[in-house]
């Protein structure tokens, strides 16, 4: 069965720094991962996903994240935090028989903190 | 296109209660699934529909189930209401294939009391 660690369930950077998120999955299958973003009261929003079309996958605000199988991770980085970067961020990894099914099963989460 | 939508966004119930959610896809995705948030376990998978069948279910007792109406639409209902069903409940819709980005609405947050 699928399985997302996320490993640090509180990150604090300050603004412009480096903001690196991790993200370790097991799968069975070759994986599709997903990072969402959550904002206080609000549902989840995609910031990028991997299908195997490229390792280096781009997302929004800035976002990206490298698929290593090796590694088997799927860590979620931005060069340069803003305060707005301050959110809950979750790492998914798509579960289902063969194609069809869409169960996300998902990290516990990570609480990004940004500060001046 | 309009995003996924939700209703009613907060409900309070009493133990014993059922509660009956309601979320309206994006036009044109026909998977709907929904979602279990609470601090302590996180996001869990309750099941999903697609063309008004039950495609796949996660691990909830059968006090949790749901429908899908032929124009995608998809209801959750819990029956006997329990204190540990306080949580956020959120739907997600997609075109149904593994790789497609699920849209997630902004939940429904239901407290038991």
Same mark, same amino acid.
């Given at each position: 069965?699928?399985?997302?660690?996320?490993?640090?369930? @509180?990150?604090?950077?300050?603004?412009?720094?480096?903001?690196?998120?991790?993200?370790?999955?097991?799968?069975?299958?070759?994986?599709?991962?997903?990072?969402?973003?959550?904002?206080?009261?609000?549902?989840?929003?995609?910031?990028?996903?991997?299908?195997?079309?490229?390792?280096?996958?781009?997302?929004?605000?800035?976002?990206?994240?490298?698929?290593?199988?090796?590694?088997?991770?799927?860590?979620?980085?931005?060069?340069?935090? @803003?305060?707005?970067?301050?959110?809950?961020?979750?790492?998914?990894?798509?579960?289902?028989?063969?194609?069809?099914?869409?169960?996300?099963?998902?990290?516990?989460?990570?609480?990004?903190?940004?500060?001046? | 296109?309009?995003?996924?939508?939700?209703?009613?966004?907060?409900?309070?119930?009493?133990?014993?209660?059922?509660?009956?959610?309601?979320?309206?896809?994006?036009?044109? @995705?026909?998977?709907?699934?929904?979602?279990?948030?609470?601090?302590?376990?996180?996001?869990?998978?309750?099941?999903?529909?697609?063309?008004?069948?039950?495609?796949?279910?996660?691990?909830?007792?059968?006090?949790?189930?749901?429908?899908?109406?032929?124009?995608?639409?998809?209801?959750?209902?819990?029956?006997?209401?329990?204190?540990?069903?306080?949580?956020?409940?959120?739907?997600?819709?997609?075109?149904?294939?593994?790789?497609?980005?699920?849209?997630?609405?902004?939940?429904?947050?239901?407290?038991?009391?």
């Amino acid at each position: 069965a699928q399985s997302v660690t996320q490993l640090g369930s @509180h990150v604090s950077v300050s603004e412009g720094a480096l903001v690196l998120l991790r993200c370790n999955y097991s799968s069975s299958v070759p994986p599709y991962l997903f990072w969402y973003v959550q904002y206080p009261n609000q549902g989840l929003q995609l910031l990028l996903k991997y299908t195997s079309a490229a390792t280096l996958v781009k997302g929004i605000n800035g976002f990206e994240a490298e698929f290593k199988k090796s590694e088997t991770s799927f860590h979620l980085t931005k060069p340069s935090a @803003h305060m707005r970067d301050a959110a809950e961020y979750f790492c998914a990894v798509s579960d289902g028989p063969s194609q069809a099914g869409t169960a996300l099963i998902f990290g516990k989460g990570t609480t990004l903190s940004v500060s001046s | 296109k309009a995003g996924v939508t939700q209703t009613p966004r907060y409900l309070i119930k009493t133990r014993g209660q059922q509660v009956t959610l309601s979320c309206s896809p994006i036009s044109g @995705h026909r998977s709907v699934s929904w979602y279990q948030q609470t601090p302590g376990q996180g996001l869990q998978f309750l099941f999903e529909y697609f063309s008004e069948t039950q495609r796949n279910k996660g691990n909830f007792p059968g006090r949790f189930s749901g429908r899908q109406f032929s124009n995608s639409r998809s209801e959750m209902n819990v029956s006997t209401l329990e204190l540990g069903d306080s949580a956020l409940y959120l739907c997600a819709s997609s075109l149904g294939q593994r790789q497609e980005t699920q849209y997630f609405g902004p939940g429904t947050r239901l407290l038991v009391l």
